[in-house]
């Protein structure tokens, strides 16, 4: 498999002299395409900081950011948006669902704002809707769907234009342990069956256990990375609560 992001050295200081935060400290590592990988790490371990670095929404004081090989760090304020539109999906927390617009419309949302042709919209958002098992609501509005089917209604869009990379931020932060559940299965089956390449950041062991491996962040430092290779995800929530333990902090009061 391809490397698809690649980030190197970087270092994040927030603040100015004096008083200076290094929220992310010579973090290096790879993703490869098609992977599932979890971001883990006690509250101000660097997480956030990350993804948004990651996601072009803040800037790295050093090091760069290689997405498909091309340098994130080095794009000029005018392409941020489009680059962004065309090479990344989100699922956020609380969804941000549109409510004025249907599901077909919130999905399509990407589409139109690349100026996609009509037809062309309908036949990629009807496609992914039916992947994603909601091809039958499209034309209702999200107060009109189920919880289960506003998260599927969101990873669609985040998916419609076939984004280079997936990225989700706590995504079951505000949800209960089922509406938990359902949602990590369709996340699991973007990877596996549409081999979305995602990248996901958590604080919950057992949100964390559906990714394939996962990195732990310590006071902006990668603090160690434990692989799920053949374990089951039972045996892999145990592994990642063992390193939570021996991380310590808050991180292994979530249990
Ligand atoms: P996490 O997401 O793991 O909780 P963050 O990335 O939010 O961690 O924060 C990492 C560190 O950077 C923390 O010490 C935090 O206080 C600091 N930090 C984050 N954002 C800012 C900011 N905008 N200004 C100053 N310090 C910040």
Do not use: W
């Amino acid at each position: 498999m391809e490397t698809i992001l690649k980030i190197e050295n970087i270092e994040k200081y927030y603040g100015n002299e004096g008083n200076v935060t290094k929220a992310l400290d010579d973090v290096s590592f790879q993703v490869k395409e098609g992977e599932f990988i979890g971001i883990m790490g006690a509250s101000g371990s660097g997480k956030t900081t990350l993804l948004n670095c990651i996601s072009t929404i803040d800037t790295v004081s050093a090091g760069h950011i290689f997405l498909d090989g091309t340098d994130v760090t080095e794009i000029g304020e005018k392409d941020i948006a489009r680059f962004r539109r065309e090479n990344l999906g989100f699922i956020f927390q609380e969804f941000n669902l549109l409510d004025t617009l249907t599901v077909r419309e919130n999905i399509a949302l990407a589409l139109t704002i690349n100026r996609t042709a009509a037809k062309e919209v309908d036949r990629k958002v009807e496609q992914m809707a039916g992947k994603l098992n909601i091809a039958d609501i499209l034309d209702k509005f999200p107060y009109q769907v189920s919880g289960g089917q506003k998260q599927r209604c969101a990873c669609a869009r985040a998916m419609v234009n076939r984004p280079k990379l997936i990225l989700a931020d706590e995504p079951t932060g505000a949800l209960d342990s089922h509406s938990a559940q359902m949602l990590l299965d369709t996340i699991r089956n973007m990877n596996t069956s549409l081999s979305a390449t995602i990248l996901m950041v958590t604080h919950d062991a057992f949100t964390a256990s559906y990714a394939q491996r996962i990195l732990f962040l310590q006071d902006g430092r990668i603090f160690t990375e434990i692989l799920r290779g053949k374990d089951s995800r039972r045996q892999f929530f145990g592994k990642i609560l063992d390193v939570m333990t021996m991380l310590g902090g808050d991180l292994a009061d979530v249990r």
